[in-house]
């Protein structure tokens, strides 16, 4: 293989063996604003599957061990100061999502200064 498609860079880029990405910041389809969707949605599907996951695994470790009822979980409500933090963790999946967009939106403004 030739420079940059050998070792384990060119397996990171390749995950399911698929076609090598050009560079670290690749736009693979046509349109940018299709390709940000498409990254937005990928990422926010990959977000949602790890913490569902892992609340899965936490309910069950913790039902199981006779720590909390599963009715206990369903019927929990926060005080406040817990809510403020839930809330800023949701605004950081957003601001996570939403990066591709903002990429797009300053790459664009940018061709368009002609710079």
Do not use: C
């Amino acid at each position: 293989m030739s420079d940059g498609q050998s070792g384990d860079g060119y397996r990171a880029q390749t995950p399911e063996g698929g076609v090598p990405l050009a560079g670290d910041d690749p736009i693979l389809l046509p349109d940018p604003a299709t390709d940000a969707l498409l990254r937005m949605v990928t990422e926010l599907t990959a977000e949602l599957w790890v913490e569902r996951d892992r609340r899965m695994v936490l309910e069950d470790v913790l039902v199981d061990a006779g720590v909390i009822s599963s009715a206990t979980l369903e019927n929990y409500v926060p005080p406040e100061s817990r809510r403020q933090h839930y809330r800023d963790e949701r605004d950081a999946l957003v601001q996570s999502v939403f990066k591709e967009l903002r990429r797009v939106v300053a790459t664009a403004a940018v061709r368009e200064n002609g710079r």
